[in-house]
């Protein structure tokens, strides 16, 4: 649910990184964080447990820029991946305008990136979202490790609606912006549709 | 519904940012904050600038969302209430119609009793104006919008632009 403010003259949307634990949702984020102008940043705040697993949310509002004389405003969040947080998942989803999934690369990864991914159709469907026509990007992270999967294979397993795919290094910000662009391209577009 | 989105106009963000500054001012808070249940800043009023207000609402509409499944767990539709007492300063969060937030923060100058009174006559005044904002949305989405939609226009150009390409 985007929010746009005629009176500031401003639209912030909401995109949140989905996938199974230890992907690199937080990564993203965090990367995002260092590389961005101080000026356009805000703070990143991270509820995450003692061994800095996310525990709620990692959030980062960024600054964009100017988009036909509105300021554009992203908030980002990231989801805790763990099977057992879904109860905090669900309600990260509400009103948000985009999704990017964020798939671990590593073979015996591939089955918890197929039950994450069936997982937030579910959660988006309980929060009035379908995932088949709700801004969606498939971000395969972790490519540099020696047990990643063939791209083709994860192409078959993971991707379902034709969406963006991007190959990522997350904690060397390989692909990050890529991602980012390509959910905000489909983010805006959809603002031009409606 | 999901995806109807929130816009506001100038005249009702003058009628919303009145209420916040009467608010703040009748219940002698520090600030006071109104925020979507989603985590956007809607409007402010009083000391704003000594506190991170992007911050404040995205952890406020997560503390909400958490409350509420809370409050579904035990069985209840929500907990429309939530205040925190701190050495200094409290927070008063509550729930105002269907999709706001009202917080205020207060110290010792003030009292949970006045500002539970003042929040009571505002949230009312404010959820006056968010079926407006909801019903005019809803007209719109049903078709024969009366305002030309200045992102008909965004391009690839546009975009590229935000990333500095």
Sequence with gaps: ?194 | MAKLDLIMFEEEYKLLQEIIGRLQKDASAKVVFLVDKNGQQISAAGDVKSIDATSLASLTAGNVAATDGLAKLIGEKEFSLLFHEGEKDNLHISIVGKRGILVVIFDQNSSLALVRLRVKKASKDLQEIFEQVEQRAQKESDGGSRFESPFSEITDEDIDRLFGD
């Design chain 1, 1 to 194: 649910m985007t929010f746009i403010n005629y009176a500031s003259r401003e639209i912030n949307c909401k995109i949140v990184y989905y996938g199974p634990g230890l992907c690199g949702k937080t990564t993203n984020i965090q990367w995002i964080y260092e590389q961005a102008n101080p000026e356009k940043r805000g703070k990143l705040v991270s509820l995450a447990t003692e061994t800095d697993r996310t525990l709620f949310f990692d959030f980062l509002p960024l600054d964009m820029g100017m988009v036909k004389g509105f300021k554009v405003r992203f908030h980002l969040y990231t989801v805790p991946g763990q099977v057992f947080y879904d109860a905090s998942r669900k309600l990260i989803l509400r009103g948000c305008d985009g999704i990017i999934f964020v798939a671990d690369s590593q073979r015996a990864r591939m089955e918890a990136n197929i039950e994450s991914i069936a997982n937030l159709a579910t959660n988006l469907k309980e929060n009035g979202f379908d995932i088949r026509s709700i801004p969606y990007v498939l971000q395969l992270n972790k490519r540099d490790m020696p047990s990643a999967a063939a791209l083709p294979e994860m192409e078959r397993l993971l991707r379902f609606r034709g969406e963006p795919m991007i190959e990522a290094v997350a904690n060397q910000g390989t692909g990050v912006i890529d991602t980012l662009k390509a959910a905000a391209r489909q983010i805006l577009m959809d603002l031009q549709r409606s």
